[in-house]
């Protein structure tokens, strides 16, 4: 049975804690069972700590390959289940560990980088694929050459909105 409370309610039941509050009523406020608390305070881990030793991929590779999973998706090419598993591999391999991932492992490292969860692919449409010829491109970049857009300090060139055109 998945638990009630987050590791966000332990958290802010610890800091009640810490600040002077009752094990208790931090228990009641914060929905966290007292045991765990009580476990908490006496230097027990979390359990997403306490399995990280047995992952494949240690946090830092986990946060990497997410950080990579977000770029292709940024850049519209999503990658497949297939396509992120094979490139663990190839880190795996980096690592001279040659086991294979198991069955689960994808369905693990999603639930562990929630952030990928809420991706989807987007398809872009061939017509406009096959439509992006340099011809009609090239326009485009040269509207980044106007006076009025060189103007516009690179810190606000992402963030732009009408009166900051109409200010330039």
Request: aromatic share 6%.
């Amino acid at each position: 049975m998945k638990p009630s409370y987050t590791e966000e309610d332990v958290q802010g039941a610890l800091a009640e804690v810490a600040k002077g509050r009752s094990v208790r009523k931090a228990c009641l406020d914060w929905g966290v069972p007292r045991a765990t608390l009580q476990n908490r305070i006496n230097g027990h881990i979390s359990l997403k700590e306490a399995h990280e030793p047995f992952q494949r991929l240690s946090p830092v590779q986990e946060q990497r390959l997410t950080d990579w999973i977000l770029v292709q998706e940024a850049l519209g090419r999503s990658p497949t289940h297939a396509q992120i598993r094979a490139l663990a591999r190839r880190i795996l391999a980096a690592k001279r560990d040659a086991i294979p991932l198991g069955k689960r492992w994808m369905a693990g490292f999603i639930r562990r980088n929630p952030i990928l969860k809420t991706k989807k692919q987007l398809r872009i449409d061939s017509v406009r694929v096959n439509g992006a010829t340099t011809n009609i491109i090239r326009p485009w970049f040269q509207k980044l050459e106007i006076p009025v857009v060189k103007a516009i300090k690179p810190e606000n060139r992402w963030n732009m909105d009408e009166a900051s055109i109409m200010e330039g």
